[in-house]
C-alpha cells in the first residue's frame, strides 16, 4: 500500500496521524550560519565557491546580464510563452484589485486620521530551481511587487549548467525584474540579506524553497537585517473528500503535491472507507505514469488518508493541521468552506484542482506552510506594502481631546508628554 490508511482514530491518534515529518534543525542552523558568515566577509567570492559545492557548478560571474534576459524567449515555444502571459493577466488583474483607498476618519472633531501604503523600496525573489525550475513564481511575486511600486526587484535562482532555466529567465524580464543572480540555497538568502560586491542587500525577501532555504530566511530576519515573507517550506495538501467526489481528482490532486519533493506531504480526510480505498486505488494507478514517481513515492511516505466518523469531525482536524492548500472535494462545498479557520488557500469543488492556483487563476501560490497557515496569510498586494498612518489635528481637535491625553500622561508619569500638550492648551486660552 502507497499511502497509510488510518480507520477512526481517536484524540491521541488524530495527532499522531496529522503530524509532520520531523526535521533535525540544530544541523539545518549550524550550516546556514556558516554560510551566512562566509557570505559576510568574502561575498562573491563565497557565493561562487558554495554554488561549486553545493550546486557542482562553476561559475565566474553571478550576475545574468540583461541580454541573456531578453534573449530567453527565443528557447521557449509560443505556446508557453503564450500560457505564460495569460496566467500573468490573470495574475494582474486579481493583485491589481487588492489596491486600497485612504479613508480619512475624524475621531472627534477635529482629529482627522487614515493611513496611505507606500512600496518597500527593495524586494528579493528567491526562485527554486534544479529538477522543477518554478518559472510560475516569479510571476506569483515579481508581479504584485510591480504593482506595488518596489523600486527594485532583485531575482536569486540556482544555477542550470552555466546559466538559468530560460523560463525563468522569459518570466522574469515579463514581469519586470530588474536584476537576476544565478546563486541559490543558503548562500542567496545571505547575499540578499546582507549584500555582496555584486548583489544588494534587499529590505524584505518572498519566495518557498527547501528546508534549508527556510531556516536561512528565517535566520535572516532574526538578524534583523531584513524581513521575510514568511517561514514556507515542503509543499502540503490536505482533501476532505466525500463520496460526491470522483476518486481520479482526488488522486491527481495528492500526487501533484507529492511530486513536489520527498519532504512534502499530502493527507486526505473523509467519512467513507470505501473511498479511500478508491483513491489509493487511483493513486496506484496514476503514480505509475508520473516522470516524477521516484520523488512521489518518497513523500508518499509521510501520506496518510484518514476515515472519521463525519465530514464536520474532518474540518476540525483540517484546522488542527492548517494545510497550505486545502481541496474541498465534497458536497455543500460553499457551507463547508465558512467554517475553514486555517489554510493558506482553498480550493472548492471538484473542478478546481490546486494545480489552477499554482499557475494561472489568479491567486498567488506563495502560501504559509508547516501550520503557520494558523497565524500568516498567503502573499498579496499587502506584502510588498507598508502602511502609514497619517493625523491632522486643528485647534478643535486639541481641545477636544487634549485634556485626556494630559490626565493620561500624568497617570503614567510622563510629564513632557503632557507639558507637550498642556503648551498648546495655554497658548489656545491664551488667544
Known amino acids: 500500500m502507497i499511502m497509510e490508511k488510518i480507520l477512526y482514530p481517536d484524540s491521541r491518534r488524530k495527532r499522531e496521524a496529522i503530524r509532520r515529518p520531523d526535521k533535525p534543525e540544530t544541523e539545518l542552523e549550524d550550516t546556514v550560519r556558516k554560510v551566512f558568515a562566509a557570505v559576510r566577509q568574502d561575498g562573491d567570492k563565497a557565493l561562487i565557491k558554495y554554488t561549486l559545492e553545493f550546486d557542482k557548478v562553476s561559475l565566474d560571474s553571478v550576475e545574468i546580464d540583461r541580454k541573456a534576459m531578453l534573449e530567453s524567449e527565443n528557447c521557449l515555444s509560443k505556446e508557453l510563452k503564450d500560457a505564460i502571459a495569460h496566467a500573468a493577466a490573470n495574475i494582474r488583474k486579481f493583485h491589481e484589485n487588492q489596491r486600497e483607498k485612504p479613508v480619512i476618519v475624524e475621531t472627534?472633531?477635529?482629529?482627522?486620521?487614515?493611513?496611505?501604503?507606500?512600496?518597500?523600496?527593495?524586494?528579493?525573489?528567491?526562485?527554486?530551481?534544479?529538477?522543477?525550475?518554478?518559472?510560475?513564481?516569479?510571476?506569483?511575486?515579481?508581479?504584485?511587487?510591480?504593482?506595488?511600486?518596489?523600486?527594485?526587484?532583485?531575482?536569486?535562482?540556482?544555477p542550470e549548467g552555466r546559466g538559468i532555466n530560460p523560463a525563468i529567465l522569459f518570466a522574469a524580464a515579463c514581469t519586470g525584474v530588474d536584476r537576476v543572480f544565478s546563486v541559490g540555497g543558503i548562500q542567496a538568502i545571505g547575499a540578499m540579506a546582507y549584500g555582496t560586491e555584486t548583489v544588494p542587500a534587499v529590505n524584505k525577501i518572498f519566495g518557498p524553497g527547501n528546508r534549508y532555504v527556510t531556516m536561512a530566511k528565517q535566520i535572516a530576519q532574526t538578524s534583523g537585517n531584513v524581513a521575510i515573507d514568511m517561514p514556507a517550506?515542503?509543499?502540503?495538501?490536505?482533501?476532505?473528500?466525500?463520496?460526491?467526489c470522483n476518486p481520479a481528482f482526488v488522486a491527481a490532486d495528492l500526487l501533484s503535491q507529492a511530486e513536489h519533493g520527498a519532504?512534502?506531504?499530502?493527507?486526505?480526510?473523509?467519512?467513507?472507507?470505501?473511498?479511500?480505498?478508491?483513491?489509493?486505488?487511483?493513486?496506484?494507478?496514476?503514480?505509475?505514469?508520473?516522470?516524477?514517481?521516484?520523488i512521489a513515492i518518497l513523500s508518499l511516505e509521510n501520506a496518510r488518508i484518514i476515515v472519521l466518523n463525519s465530514i464536520d469531525e474532518c474540518i476540525d482536524l483540517s484546522n488542527e493541521y492548517a494545510p497550505e492548500h486545502l481541496i474541498l472535494a465534497c458536497k455543500n462545498a460553499g457551507q463547508t468552506a465558512g467554517r475553514i479557520l486555517n489554510a493558506g488557500s482553498v480550493f472548492m469543488g471538484n473542478y478546481s484542482c490546486e494545480s489552477l492556483g499554482d499557475y494561472a487563476s489568479?491567486?498567488?501560490?506563495?502560501?504559509?506552510?508547516?501550520?503557520?497557515?494558523?497565524?500568516?496569510?498567503?502573499?498579496?498586494?499587502?506584502?510588498?506594502?507598508?502602511?502609514?498612518?497619517f493625523q491632522e489635528v486643528s485647534a478643535e481637535g486639541i481641545a477636544n481631546i487634549g485634556p485626556d491625553v494630559e490626565i493620561m500622561a500624568a497617570?503614567?508619569?510622563?510629564?513632557?508628554?503632557?507639558?507637550?500638550?498642556?503648551?498648546?492648551?495655554?497658548?489656545?486660552?491664551?488667544s
Request: glycine share 6%.
Open 233 to 244: 517550506g515542503p509543499s502540503e495538501a490536505l482533501v476532505i473528500a466525500d463520496e460526491t
Open 411 to 430: 497617570a503614567e508619569k510622563l510629564d513632557a508628554h503632557k507639558n507637550a500638550v498642556s503648551l498648546r492648551l495655554r497658548e489656545l486660552r491664551n
Open 263 to 294: 519532504d512534502s506531504q499530502v493527507i486526505m480526510l473523509s467519512d467513507n472507507e470505501q473511498l479511500a480505498d478508491r483513491v489509493i486505488a487511483e493513486i496506484n494507478v496514476q503514480l505509475e505514469k508520473l516522470p516524477r514517481k521516484d
Open 108 to 158: 472627534v472633531k477635529g482629529v482627522a486620521c487614515w493611513r496611505e501604503s507606500r512600496p518597500i523600496e527593495r524586494v528579493g525573489i528567491y526562485v527554486p530551481g534544479g529538477s522543477a525550475p518554478l518559472f510560475s513564481t516569479v510571476l506569483m511575486l515579481a508581479i504584485p511587487a510591480k504593482i506595488a511600486g518596489c523600486r527594485e526587484i532583485v531575482l536569486c535562482t540556482p
Open 362 to 389: 489568479g491567486t498567488n501560490h506563495t502560501l504559509p506552510t508547516n501550520g503557520y497557515a494558523k497565524s500568516y496569510s498567503g502573499v498579496s498586494l499587502d506584502s510588498f506594502i507598508k502602511k502609514i498612518t
